[in-house]
């Protein structure tokens, strides 16, 4: 027992730090395909660093479900892949430890990762997708003002032909404006103005805007030429294609609200099926955690301590890949209604579940 108790602790203390080590890395990797996106935000629509940094925190959280059972497996993999290449694992057989003692480091762990998956999957990281959103259509308030270049005639600006001599992006500001508004045909609009601000519509982000320029004359051309002069004109702007607020994804419900939608008869079969299946799979790949741990036991033992030590992370993401690949293809099918949603999301599950028996009877025999 007091044996058992050491290799325990021993164990776990290998696994801790590297599948923290892992979580970065995966979060890093997945950030990394959203370099291009956050560069635009900085250089073209020149979003603040701090808001950068909000966007990247809220993608992060909104990820940990994924993150989590790839870090565990990459943590187990690579912490029994090294006990077995420097000779522990025989060394702790040696003095008598039975399979199960190996084992149970790698269980526990899983445990409590898959228990604080699952709260992750159904409370927190709903909430981190949402305030991604919700930043997102905030940030398009900005696309306004960015679209429009210092000296240049900008085009097809919500049918209107804008020119700026000099443009704040930041502030929203524009000076030497000239607007030809098109919106009428018959009788278009030549708006010319020494200041101008672009103010965004706090109570719907990202879908409305609105134009005030100061000190101007509206130029009006019918059959006859009229001149208006004003000192403060408001032009509205919409978007006809983001006139609607932003609504909450599937991935943004929380798992009470995914519950009702599911039952809901006011949403059609497909609607339905996505919201089915966003349901399962959070319960699914929260308790991936503990499949991932028996993979990772039955594969980070090696009998050939001459295998390279970077097996055990390249190990890792096939089985990463693998995963994904099976887990999509049962996705697929659901969609097209060939299978029910709770099979497609749990089937991976099972057959990882089978296979990783099979090879622990063997390593801890």
Known sequence: MWRSRRVFFYLLSEIIPTFLLGIFVFISILLMFQALRLTEFMLVHGIKFTTILNIMGYMSISMLPLILPMSLLFAILMTYNRLSQESEIIAMKGIG????????????????????????????APWGNRQFEVLISQLGNSKAAASIKEGTFSEGFFDMVVYANKVDSDQGLLEDLFIYDEKNPDAPLTIIAPKGQIIPDLEN?????????????????????????????????????????????????????????RTDSEFNDKEQTSYNLEYHKRSALSFACLIFGLVGVAFGIQTNRRSGKASGFIVSVGFIILYWIIYLGFESISRSGNITAWVSAWATNFLFFIFACYYLRKKLA
């Open 205 to 261: 982000p990202g879908h409305s805007v609105q134009l005030r320029m100061f000190n101007g004359e509206i130029h009006k051309q019918n059959q006859t030429h009229t001149v208006v002069h004003f000192e403060s004109y408001d032009i509205f702007l919409n978007d006809p294609i983001q006139i609607e607020e932003r609504k909450k994804s599937a991935a943004s419900l929380s798992i009470t609200e995914l519950n009702q939608r």
């Open 97 to 124: 430890l039975h399979g199960i003692s190996l084992l149970m480091p790698a269980l526990f762990l899983s445990a409590l990762v898959t228990y604080f998956s699952v709260q992750t999957a159904y409370y927190i």
